[in-house]
């Protein structure tokens, strides 16, 4: 006879259910404690411990010696290899037999000498499944290896995850041993743990939630663990509950399968190849048993890593793809920090990952994927669109600390008016666990509900890799569709998107950035790293530049496409969202350091390799060929190379000979330069002394200060090397704030809350403390000539020192400061002043392509979130007709607070990197004050040129005699920022022109060249040919017209060499 219904009390129901399906309580008769039945150890475990990270073939051949469970093995980033020889009972015939291990490492297995399952326990994979079903004559004996990485799945922080690692870390197996599976105890588990989460999740004012829990205490009262005869009625009454249908409008949620893998972070690059594996080989695994299941896998990359480690693994990943299971996504080389690199270095990344992709997938990718990345640039959705992309995902917007962002699926316009469709999981999360909770929070945190009715859920686990488990996809699959809950589909990534813009007449638009409001350090955190990336895109540009025209000017000349391909790749590489930003720890900074010193070197090797093609054949003198990479007229005084290895200062014209002109070249012998410093002169004079730029009287100091002339600006320098004046010589007009000096070092206490090397907060700015210098420390440096300076020692604390010269050219409109740092501090924030004699409520900051404007006042919490904000090669600050520009070489850290431009120069977090920032560093940055706007002023050419000097490389040969031009525009506004060799070039003479309009306005220019070209066709960033034909070209120049910060590329097809 049935038993009486009982009054049911909510809590104890509850808990009574969770304690059936515990882990931790009454394992030994509730169901938990069944799902593993007969056990046995395996026959013998043998070990070879190495410090180096070998492949299989080379691995298995070593000493393998006795081991045991329990056995610790170690320190941390080596590999301990297991071989572990196994033989099932016979009398487990019939059943599921898993392998269970459980390791602090992370662990591959190897079976006949491919990968076929990661082993992490913090990822929830502790067991290999042997057989599904082991029949009477399959082979019960076997031996597997198991590659166990001396690092966990967030590598080997010392006591928290982002401490520095802990190198003497030891890891140990905890759990080696055979058993037995049962299946159908694991389904119920899964039922009642969905049926607990529903209950919770819904709450006690749903009547669902009840009818959910009552079925869960049903499923309890029927099921005898220890009988699986009454497993099935539990089942069905599961079965009954969850098959009870939604209604038509119930939100759909697009289950995707996803595994962050950051490329290198906790744990070196070399390790990144080896969690690639182990990820997603247990992928295909679960691809294989769940034909439904589809991934979602960005990072060309780690694709390319995986195609050269593991080809038998890259097969199997292609093979999927062709399935639609396995879905490469991204379209980028790797997910790049999308605030820090150049314009140039934006397109790149699509680039060599959209090329990718269709050569080994088949197809470009359609959707940007960039889920954990610190702020999205303005520039991005025309890059995007240009780049065959009109999609893009992240969820990183909901770390912001002041604001929540308004939308989770909205258009998001760029600077210059594209539009892309974009889409934030809003569970906020892109390592779901499949729980209902997750699936809830996905709907009630839609900021877009109502105007659209699809959500993404990414899940796996992530950051370290892992990914998804079975047990994820089941939990998913089950909630497919049931009462009361969203409707879940296990979906692809174009399903998503086709879902989201087939309803799009509703969704809103946000212009301009995607500003993170945390993680702000990562503009300056890591000062080398960011020295490396400013330097490698500027070496790359230069060098594809040169070879470019030697291309064209010598039939000869190999364009190295192949070389320059894996010096991008390794640029590329670095501009990882945990590399470029500092966040690495110390090894992967290392590495780092090496990649760009790898560009450094490889990239001078070019140089001189087109130089010297530059300058065969052709009469001339022989001497130094001095080149301009830029697209306009230089004139400048530059260190020239004196036998010996010292330097002389030479000076470059507008016109004349050593006139260097756009984007060209001109032969400078050696006698003509060793006159140069006769020229008029920028000169050092005292505070007191007349400006008369004829006669310079030789510098001298009378009341300690130093004033240095140009005849276009004037600088005065107090005796502690503090900007008391700045003079617009023309005008009169003073550029330093009344009563204010410029030039002031300032020092901020700098502790975040947790992210150390990310974040700098709010309050840093109440611990502000100018740095003092002593009077008496300023000297002249140069004295006069075409150049003059002054310098100066600051000690900025007992520890850290500073010395700085400050110089002023001739014919410069900037003055700059050359600074070299000892800096060794602990949670201290560095930054230099400018207060201006400038109102207004809005700065300029250089961004990809072009410029945008930010507050500077804080009167809403949008404002004031931007405390600290990132900037390329110059910031801006004018009024009507008058303002004042920063430029820096390497800075990216920057604000503008009132009438205060500030350039963030060093920090010294200790997490995860505890060395990060100590020791000494070098960099410039540049004042410039300006009549006019900025535009007309030429703030932007100014602060190209400061970054990329004009090149004075050792002729090999006689260099040209006359000053020759590849390439001119006609407009101001419209900078030529890239010359390379097409990527498909037939007998490689097609050239690449990548255009961009720099004023955001409207203009059309005419592009001359003295190339022999023979035709000209405008291309996509994809540099696929615009399908309406070539443009008129006509007495070697075509006209171009562009729209606001417009980018355009341009396919030149030379005509053959001359033979
Ligand atoms: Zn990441």
Same mark, same amino acid.
């Given at each position: 006879?049935?038993?009486?219904?009982?009054?049911?009390?909510?809590?104890?129901?509850?808990?009574?259910?969770?304690?059936?399906?515990?882990?931790?309580y009454f394992t030994d008769c509730n169901l938990r404690g069944r799902l593993f039945g007969d056990s046995c150890p395996v026959a013998e475990l043998s070990s070879f411990l190495t410090p180096e990270r070998l492949p299989y073939q080379e691995a298995v051949q070593q000493d393998f010696r006795p081991a045991q469970v329990g056995d610790s093995f170690g320190p941390t980033w080596w590999t301990c290899w297991f071989r572990v020889e196994l033989t099932i009972p016979e009398a487990w015939v019939g059943q599921e037999v898993h392998l269970r291990w459980e390791s602090d490492g992370e662990g591959l297995v190897w079976r006949d000498g491919e990968p076929v399952q990661g082993l992490t326990k913090e990822g929830e994979k502790t067991s290999y499944i042997l057989t599904d079903k082991l029949g009477e004559k399959d082979p019960?004996?076997?031996?597997?290896?198991?590659?166990?990485?001396?690092?966990?799945?967030?590598?080997?922080?010392?006591?928290?995850?982002?401490?520095?690692?802990?190198?003497?870390?030891?890891?140990?197996?905890?759990?080696?041993?055979?058993?037995?599976?049962?299946?159908?105890?694991?389904?119920?588990?899964?039922?009642?743990?969905?049926?607990?989460?529903?209950?919770?999740?819904?709450?006690?004012?749903?009547?669902?939630?009840?009818?959910?829990?009552?079925?869960?205490?049903?499923?309890?009262?029927?099921?005898?663990?220890?009988?699986?005869?009454?497993?099935?009625?539990?089942?069905?009454?599961?079965?009954?509950?969850?098959?009870?249908?939604?209604?038509?409008?119930?939100?759909?949620?697009?289950?995707?399968g996803h595994c962050h893998i950051d490329t290198a972070w906790l744990w070196p690059f070399k390790e990144t190849v080896r969690k690639c594996a182990r990820s997603w080989v247990t992928v295909v695994q679960l691809m294989e048993r769940n034909p439904e299941f589809i991934f979602a896998c960005s990072q060309a990359q780690q694709l390319e890593w995986v195609r050269s480690h593991y080809p038998g693994l890259h097969a199997r990943l292609q093979e999927f793809a062709c399935r639609g299971q396995f879905v490469p996504v991204g379209g980028t080389w790797v997910e790049m920090d999308g605030n820090l690199p150049s314009g140039e270095s934006m397109v790149r990344q699509f680039l060599q990952g959209q090329n990718f992709f269709r050569q080994e997938f088949g197809k470009i990718c359609s959707e940007f994927w960039l889920p954990?990345?610190?702020?999205?640039?303005?520039?991005?959705?025309?890059?995007?669109?240009?780049?065959?992309?009109?999609?893009?995902?992240?969820?990183?917007?909901?770390?912001?600390?002041?604001?929540?962002?308004?939308?989770?699926?909205?258009?998001?316009?760029?600077?210059?008016?594209?539009?892309?469709?974009?889409?934030?999981?809003?569970?906020?999360?892109?390592?779901? +666990?499949?729980?209902?909770?997750?699936?809830?929070?996905?709907?009630?945190?839609?900021?877009?509900?109502?105007?659209?009715?699809?959500?993404?859920?990414?899940?796996?686990?992530?950051?370290?890799?892992?990914?998804?488990?079975?047990?994820?996809?089941?939990?998913?699959?089950?909630?497919?569709?049931?009462?009361?809950?969203?409707?879940? +589909?296990?979906?692809?990534?174009?399903?998503?998107?086709?879902?989201?813009?087939?309803?799009?007449?509703?969704?809103?638009?946000?212009?301009?950035?995607?500003?993170?409001?945390?993680?702000?350090?990562?503009?300056?955190?890591?000062?080398?790293?960011?020295?490396?990336?400013?330097?490698?895109?500027?070496?790359?540009?230069?060098?594809?530049?040169?070879?470019?025209?030697?291309?064209?000017?010598?039939?000869?000349?190999?364009?190295?496409?192949?070389?320059?391909?894996?010096?991008?790749?390794?640029?590329?590489?670095?501009?990882?969202?945990?590399?470029?930003?500092?966040?690495?720890?110390?090894?992967?900074?290392?590495?780092?350091?090496?990649?760009?010193?790898?560009?450094?070197?490889?990239?001078?090797?070019?140089?001189?390799?087109?130089?010297?093609?530059?300058?065969?054949?052709?009469?001339?003198?022989?001497?130094?060929?001095?080149?301009?990479?830029?697209?306009?007229?230089?004139?400048?005084?530059?260190?020239?190379?004196?036998?010996?290895?010292?330097?002389?200062?030479?000076?470059?014209?507008?016109?004349?000979?050593?006139?260097?002109?756009?984007?060209?070249?001109?032969?400078?012998?050696?006698?003509?330069?060793?006159?140069?410093?006769?020229?008029?002169?920028?000169?050092?004079?005292?505070?007191?002394?007349?400006?008369?730029?004829?006669?310079?009287?030789?510098?001298?100091?009378?009341?300690?200060?130093?004033?240095?002339?140009?005849?276009?600006?004037?600088?005065?320098?107090?005796?502690?090397?503090?900007?008391?004046?700045?003079?617009?010589?023309?005008?009169?007009?003073?550029?330093?704030?009344?009563?204010?000096?410029?030039?002031?070092?300032?020092?901020?206490?700098?502790?975040?809350?947790?992210?150390?090397?990310?974040?700098?907060?709010?309050?840093?700015?109440?611990?502000?403390?100018?740095?003092?210098?002593?009077?008496?420390?300023?000297?002249?440096?140069?004295?006069?000539?075409?150049?003059?300076?002054?310098?100066?020692?600051?000690?900025?604390?007992?520890?850290?020192?500073?010395?700085?010269?400050?110089?002023?050219?001739?014919?410069?409109?900037?003055?700059?400061?050359?600074?070299?740092?000892?800096?060794?501090?602990?949670?201290?924030?560095?930054?230099?002043?400018?207060?201006?004699?400038?109102?207004?409520?809005?700065?300029?900051?250089?961004?990809?392509?072009?410029?945008?404007?930010?507050?500077?006042?804080?009167?809403?919490?949008?404002?004031?979130?931007?405390?600290?904000?990132?900037?390329?090669?110059?910031?801006?600050?004018?009024?009507?007709?008058?303002?004042?520009?920063?430029?820096?070489?390497?800075?990216?850290?920057?604000?503008?607070?009132?009438?205060?431009?500030?350039?963030?120069?060093?920090?010294?977090?200790?997490?995860?990197?505890?060395?990060?920032?100590?020791?000494?560093?070098?960099?410039?940055?540049?004042?410039?004050?300006?009549?006019?706007?900025?535009?007309?002023?030429?703030?932007?050419?100014?602060?190209?040129?400061?970054?990329?000097?004009?090149?004075?490389?050792?002729?090999?040969?006689?260099?040209?005699?006359?000053?020759?031009?590849?390439?001119?525009?006609?407009?101001?506004?419209?900078?030529?920022?890239?010359?390379?060799?097409?990527?498909?070039?037939?007998?490689?003479?097609?050239?690449?022109?990548?255009?961009?309009?720099?004023?955001?306005?409207?203009?059309?220019?005419?592009?001359?060249?003295?190339?022999?070209?023979?035709?000209?066709?405008?291309?996509?960033?994809?540099?696929?040919?615009?399908?309406?034909?070539?443009?008129?070209? +006509?007495?070697?120049?075509?006209?171009?017209?562009?729209?606001?910060?417009?980018?355009?590329?341009?396919?030149?097809?030379? +005509?053959?060499?001359?033979?």
């Open positions: 006879m049935a038993a009486a219904p009982a009054l049911k009390h909510w809590r104890t129901t509850l808990e009574r259910v969770e304690k059936f399906v515990s882990p931790l019960r004996s076997l031996t597997l290896y198991v590659e166990v990485a001396c690092n966990g799945l967030l590598g080997a922080g010392k006591g928290s995850m982002i401490a520095a690692p802990d190198p003497e870390k030891v890891f140990q197996v905890s759990r080696a041993e055979l058993a037995v599976f049962h299946r159908d105890v694991y389904k119920l588990l899964v039922d009642l743990e969905l049926l607990l989460g529903i209950a919770k999740g819904l709450g006690e004012d749903n009547q669902r939630s009840f009818q959910a829990l009552y079925t869960a205490n049903q499923m309890v009262n029927v099921c005898d663990p220890a009988q699986p005869e009454t497993f099935p009625v539990a089942q069905a009454l599961a079965s009954k509950f969850f098959g009870q249908r939604g209604g038509e409008s119930q939100h759909t949620i697009h289950a995707l954990d990345t610190f702020g999205y640039s303005a520039q991005l959705p025309q890059i995007m669109r240009s780049c065959g992309i009109k999609r893009f995902l992240t969820q990183k917007l909901s770390w912001n600390l002041v604001n929540s962002f308004p939308h989770h699926t909205f258009f998001w316009e760029g600077l210059d008016g594209s539009q892309v469709l974009a889409h934030f999981p809003p569970g906020d999360s892109y390592g779901m +666990q499949g729980s209902v909770e997750e699936v809830l929070k996905t709907v009630a945190k839609n900021r877009d509900k109502g105007r659209t009715n699809h959500s993404a859920f990414l899940f796996g686990f992530g950051d370290g890799g892992g990914g998804p488990t079975q047990t994820m996809v089941d939990r998913l699959k089950r909630l497919c569709n049931t009462d009361g809950l969203p409707r879940v +589909q296990l979906s692809s990534p174009e399903q998503l998107f086709a879902a989201l813009e087939g309803h799009s007449g509703q969704l809103c638009t946000w212009v301009g950035e995607l500003f993170l409001e945390l993680h702000n350090g990562t503009y300056t955190t890591h000062a080398q790293i960011k020295k490396g990336n400013r330097e490698c895109e500027r070496i790359l540009h230069d060098v594809e530049l040169l070879s470019s025209l030697a291309l064209a000017r010598s039939a000869q000349f190999l364009y190295p496409a192949a070389l320059l391909q894996d010096l991008w790749r390794l640029l590329l590489l670095t501009q990882f969202h945990d590399v470029v930003t500092g966040s690495c720890i110390q090894l992967v900074a290392e590495e780092a350091m090496c990649h760009y010193e790898d560009i450094r070197s490889h990239g001078n090797t070019l140089l001189s390799a087109a130089a010297a093609a530059l300058c065969a054949g052709e009469p001339g003198p022989e001497g130094l060929l001095i080149v301009n990479t830029l697209p306009w007229k230089r004139t400048e005084v530059l260190a020239l190379p004196r036998p010996g290895g010292a330097h002389c200062l030479g000076m470059s014209w507008g016109e004349g000979p050593g006139h260097c002109p756009r984007h060209g070249l001109c032969s400078c012998p050696r006698p003509h330069l060793t006159t140069a410093p006769a020229a008029p002169a920028a000169c050092v004079r005292s505070a007191r002394a007349p400006a008369d730029l004829a006669s310079r009287p030789p510098p001298t100091k009378t009341d300690g200060s130093v004033t240095l002339d140009n005849g276009i600006i004037r600088v005065r320098l107090d005796p502690t090397g503090r900007l008391t004046s700045l003079v617009l010589v023309a005008s009169g007009r003073e550029a330093i704030a009344e009563g204010a000096v410029g030039n002031q070092f300032v020092l901020f206490d700098d502790v975040p809350l947790y992210w150390d090397a990310w974040d700098v907060m709010d309050y840093h700015l109440e611990t502000r403390k100018p740095v003092l210098g002593q009077a008496g420390t300023l000297a002249v440096g140069t004295e006069g000539g075409v150049r003059g300076s002054a310098w100066f020692l600051l000690q900025i604390s007992p520890n850290s020192r500073l010395s700085q010269e400050v110089v002023l050219d001739v014919g410069c409109p900037y003055v700059r400061f050359h600074t070299e740092v000892h800096w060794h501090e602990a949670h201290k924030f560095l930054k230099v002043e400018f207060p201006a004699r400038v109102r207004s409520p809005q700065a300029t900051y250089e961004v990809q392509f072009g410029h945008l404007q930010r507050p500077t006042h804080y009167n809403t919490s949008w404002d004031w979130a931007r405390f600290e904000v990132w900037a390329h090669r110059w910031m801006d600050l004018s009024e009507h007709g008058f303002g004042l520009a920063l430029l820096n070489d390497c800075k990216y850290g920057a604000s503008v607070r009132g009438n205060v431009l500030s350039l963030s120069l060093l920090r010294a977090p200790k997490s995860p990197d505890a060395t990060v920032d100590m020791g000494r560093h070098e960099f410039t940055y540049a004042l410039m004050p300006h009549k006019g706007s900025f535009q007309d002023a030429g703030v932007i050419p100014a602060a190209y040129s400061l970054n990329f000097p004009l090149l004075a490389l050792p002729a090999p040969g006689p260099a040209p005699a006359a000053a020759w031009s590849a390439f001119s525009v006609s407009s101001p506004a419209v900078v030529l920022e890239t010359v390379k060799q097409a990527e498909t070039s037939p007998q490689g003479r097609t050239l690449l022109l990548r255009l961009y309009e720099a004023h955001g306005s409207h203009s059309d220019c005419w592009l001359h060249t003295s190339l022999p070209v023979q035709e000209a066709v405008l291309c996509d960033l994809l540099e696929r040919r615009d399908p309406a034909g070539p443009l008129l070209l +006509q007495d070697n120049r075509l006209k171009l017209a562009f729209t606001p910060f417009q980018v355009q590329s341009l396919l030149l097809v030379l +005509q053959p060499p001359p033979n």
